[in-house]
């Protein structure tokens, strides 16, 4: 488990579990997370929670405001849980050498293993590039990437 995760852990249950929490140190740690390239999940629930536990840490909050940032941490404790569990039942997946087509098929969320109809492939492609184009927040050379693989997959069929 990477240690920065370990740590964050600790964190957010020593929180949970003290009587009087300091929340600022909390929201700083949410807007740590927050900025982490660890993993896409717990970047997406550091910033859910980061706005609430902002309200939490100012002197004016009231009780109500507080538990609601107290219990919007266990998004955040969620997510890490899911980085830091052991992965039971995958053994045999990294033995297993994909095919080139069998990656393009997992960069376009299709099935493996199964004769594909063109419109399907397109489908997928604009899915998958609704998220990954650079005018909807992604990069260049991820969408060049997806559509190598959609080329790729038609001109195979």
Known sequence: MDPQIRQWKLAIERFCVAS??????????????AATDIDETLRQAAAQ?????????????????????????????????????????????????LTQEDQYRQLLGLPLGRRLATTEIHQAFKR???????DGGGNGAAFLELAAARDALIKHH
């Not at 929340?23 to 740590?32: D, H, I, L, Q, W």
């Open 20 to 33: 009087d929490p300091d929340y600022v140190e909390m929201a700083r740690m949410v807007a740590e997370i």
């Open 49 to 97: 929670v980061l706005p609430v536990m902002r309200h939490a840490s100012a002197r004016s909050a009231d009780r109500r405001t507080r538990e609601m940032a107290r219990r919007r941490l266990g998004i955040i404790s969620d997510a890490l849980h899911m980085l830091s569990a052991p992965r039971f039942g995958r053994r045999g997946l990294a033995a297993k050498v």
């Open 128 to 134: 998958a590039a609704k998220t990954v184009h650079p």
